[in-house]
Structures are given as C-alpha cells and as structure tokens.
T-cell receptor
C-alpha cells in the first residue's frame, strides 16, 4: 500500500541543468497534480492532470513540463533549472478532480538549484 | 478569484491549551473545505473536511464548521498535545472552469510546549 511515491527525496542541481521529478501512485487515481511549497507562500499548483493523456497548467507553470502517459505516473520536468525553482515539490493524487475525499500527497522532493 | 486566508503564525501554546486557527475563504458557488496537516519532514495529510454549509468536520479531536454566512472554516481543538506540533493548511476545492482545483492558505505553524 505505497500511496504516492516521489523520487528523489533530495536533489541539488546547477543552474541550467535539467532533471525529472518522479511521481507514481498505485491507487488508480485519475487526478494527479504537482505543487511547490515555498516559505510564506503555502502550496502553489504547477500542473495537473485529470487522466492519462490530459494535462493542464496551474498557477505557476513556467519552467516546468509534464506528461501523463499512464494513470500511475506523472513526472515533472525542469528543462533548465533556475535558482528560483529551489523549493519543496509535492505530488498529489485523488480519485477525481473534485477530491471530496481529499488528496493523497507524496512525501516531497527538496530541490536546491545553485 | 478564489482564495484562502488563514491566520499568520507561528502559534505557540502550552500542552492542554485551547487551539483556534482562523480560516476564511473567497469563492463562487459552494466549494468543499479542508484542513491539512504537515508534520516535520513529511507531506500533507488530510485532517478533516466539510463539503456543504453547516457541515462539521472532525478528526483526532480537531473540529471545523463550514460557515457560509461568514465564509469561514476555523480549526479548533480543546486540548492540544505536543504531538500536534505541525503546520496546518486550510484549503478549498473549487471549479476553475472545466476542472476543480485545490487552493491552499499559506499555512500556520503550531508549536506545543510540554
């Protein structure tokens, strides 16, 4: 019963490098999303997906790409990392986007861009 | 647009004290309301929820009532414990066009001292 699994837990990147943050869920949830958490800002939605093959932008999408080729996986790609992308990233999923039973969150990826 | 405002922290209490964390929202229609808790080094966990006006969500001694007339969803607990030390997020689920999104407040850090 893994829930939402995020890898890696920690990552340090140099400015301009690229990387992919992985997110996988085993609950057959249709809805998945990525948030970033910054001090004093709460959580802000980056991208979300309501099902395989369907993605859309959230509040702060610039600098990030996503794809959803399977129900289980929702990777987040940083094409050219910038110091402003230093943050803690959370992946979340739910049965559907209405999420009346709440979202299930992963344990987060702490990213530092130097 | 839709937004959540919760009281600024940090909040520091002694064990067995009464806790209130205020949360007000701005939204069209009838959003669902949530409180999430984040323990140190972990992801967010759903604490309680309410999906319609006058609903009371409760869990682990925490309570919050959906007050549409005051657009509020204040979190309360009668007697806090050291183990309740965490960051608490108020959130609402609303339809932003074709899909629902979860909007978070900035979070309130609670520290309970023995």
């Amino acid at each position: 019963n893994a829930g939402v699994t995020q890898t890696p837990k920690f990552q340090v990147l140099k400015t301009g490098q690229s990387m992919t943050l992985q997110c996988a869920q085993d609950m057959n949830h249709e809805y998945m999303s990525w948030y970033r958490q910054d001090p004093g800002m709460g959580l802000r939605l980056i991208h979300y997906s309501v099902g395989a093959g369907i993605t859309d932008q959230g509040e702060v999408p610039n600098g990030y790409n996503v794809s959803r080729s399977t129900t289980e996986d929702f990777p987040l790609r940083l094409l050219s990392a910038a110091p402003s992308q230093t943050s803690v990233y959370f992946c979340a999923s739910s049965y559907d986007d209405r999420a009346k039973k709440g979202y299930t969150f992963g344990s987060g990826t702490r990213l530092t861009v130097v | 647009g839709n937004s959540v405002t919760q009281m600024e922290g940090p909040v520091t209490l002694s064990e067995e004290a009464f806790l209130t964390i205020n949360c007000t929202y701005t939204a069209t229609g009838y959003p669902s309301l949530f409180w999430y808790v984040q323990y140190p080094g972990e992801g967010l966990q759903l604490l309680l929820k309410a999906t319609k006006a006058d609903d009371k969500g409760s869990n682990k001694g925490f309570e919050a009532t959906y007050r549409k007339e005051t657009t509020s969803f204040h979190l309360e607990k009668g007697s806090v414990q050291v183990s309740d030390s965490a960051v608490y997020f108020c959130a609402l689920s609303h339809s932003g066009g074709s899909n629902y999104k979860l909007t978070f407040g900035k979070g309130t850090l609670l520290t309970v001292n023995p």
